[in-house]
């Protein structure tokens, strides 16, 4: 069966702490996803991959980078971590675009003191 | 502004029941629409794809249309049971989103037995 893995189900880190989340994928899909989520606002897109070491800004890029050095591996890097990063993060890939679903991961819950 | 609802932030209905689920998009020209199913903690599973210039499709007790004049898509679940509870959100798939879909905050289903 298709997996997405995100490395930590659940996750406390201090203010000012740089913190990676890392998802892998076996599927060999193209592209991949980080979103987050938080209660009201639904999942907002914060970067995606459409191939290895290519990366595009989503809609909240502030705060996060990326990194994709292998095709089935995409890491959230947030450079210094502050409370309004608290939030579930979801990473996911597809395979093209258009007429592909996404797969997600069971999703990181980041907890920023 | 480009905006995609979902029209109840909770739906509540009674075992047997149809429940009926809108999706409404301004300013997007989605090649396609998708709908996720979600539960409690764990992310977004993939439900059904309806391309623009299909009306309707169809699985097991799921219905999705979707309405290009009128940019809405209605999913329904037939003889619904408790364990459809879950939140449900759509997902255009878009030449302006580029490979990343745009997910809807989702709307929460509660089946009572």
């Known amino acids: 069966d298709v997996k997405v893995t995100q490395s930590s189900r659940y996750l406390v880190k201090r203010t000012g702490e740089k913190v990676f989340l890392e998802c892998v994928q076996d599927m060999d899909h193209e592209n991949m996803f980080w979103y987050r989520q938080d209660p009201g606002l639904g999942l907002r897109l914060i970067y995606f991959s459409y191939d290895v070491k290519m990366k595009e800004k989503g809609d909240i890029p502030e705060g996060y980078s990326v990194s994709r050095e292998k095709k089935e591996r995409f890491s959230l890097i947030l450079e210094s971590a502050s409370t309004n990063q608290t939030s579930m993060y979801l990473c996911?890939?597809?395979?093209?675009?258009?007429?592909?679903?996404?797969?997600f991961g069971s999703g990181t819950q980041l907890s920023v003191l | 502004s480009q905006k995609i609802e979902q029209n109840s932030e909770a739906l509540n209905i009674q075992e047997g029941k149809t429940a009926t689920l809108t999706c409404n998009y301004t300013?997007?020209?989605?090649?396609?629409l998708q709908w996720y199913r979600q539960d409690p903690g764990r992310g977004p599973v993939f439900l059904l794809l309806?391309?623009?210039?299909?009306k309707e499709k169809r699985k097991e007790r799921l219905k999705v249309t979707f309405d290009t004049t009128l940019k809405q898509s209605l999913f329904h679940i037939t003889a619904s049971q408790p364990a459809d509870s879950a939140t449900y959100l759509c997902?255009?798939?878009?030449?302006?989103?580029?490979?990343?879909?745009?997910f809807g905050k989702g709307t929460t289903l509660s089946v009572s037995s």
């Open positions: 309806i391309r623009e210039n299909e």
């Open positions: 300013n997007y020209s989605p090649a396609y």
């Open positions: 997902a255009l798939d878009t030449v302006q989103a580029g490979t990343a879909l745009i």
């Open positions: 996911a890939s597809r395979a093209g675009t258009f007429n592909e679903k996404l797969f």
